[in-house]
């Protein structure tokens, strides 16, 4: 499967920085995991492709470009952008996004073709289908209703923690698959800044190091993500210290192939 972290920053020059603002996954050009730069880091021919999208929680930098995505493709729109999230994240996203005051509810709405937006509720703990992928939420450990992601296609096998603290379940389910190609893991803050880090359930380069004594597939690359922008430097130069596994960053931009 190939993966892309989409850019979200941009420097004086209008080129793409290694800092991540938004959080936004490209799986095989097809299928998008979380959304926050969705509508303005995404090509035209992207845009045209795109039509499933898993959210891990309903947080701003998660969601930020779903409902510009939307707005974007309406009138194109020949089949509804499906929406796969827990039923707490939609529900979420209803109250508080498409709710006619902050954004137009897309979901009461159709085009010439028909409905532009329908939500596909999952269950944690059970595996679920999304074009030629299979996905199984796990709850994490964050300020609201949060899960991991392991995305599967054929042999291939990822997992991605999404926004989280120290976690339980999520490493149990981990270990238990038989193989993994590639572990993505939260990392927003410093280490000076793990009261802030606690307070809103995520983690720090130490915290990281501790939860990867839980994690099996001591053989499994660990790239990191959701690094608070201002932080970059100082979560990497402290990532570096960390002996264990075969730690290193998510390149923004890059195209993996897992
Ligand atoms: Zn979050």
Known sequence: MRLKLLPTSFDSFGCATLHQHLCCFLIDDVVAVDAGSLATSTTPEQKRAIRNVVLTHAHIDHVAGLPLFIDDLFVSLQEPLEVYALV??????????FNWKVYPRFSELKNQFGEVLKYRAFLTGKEFKVAHLTFKAIKVNHKVPSVGLIIRDGDSRIAITGDTASMSEFWDAVNSESKLNALLIECAFPNDLQELANNSYHLTPKLLEEELVKFRHTECPVYVINIKPMYYEKVLAELNQINSF????????KTYEF
């Open 88 to 97: 707490e994240v939609i529900d979420i996203l209803e109250t508080h996004i």
């Open 246 to 253: 075969k730690v290193r960053t998510l390149q923004i931009g």
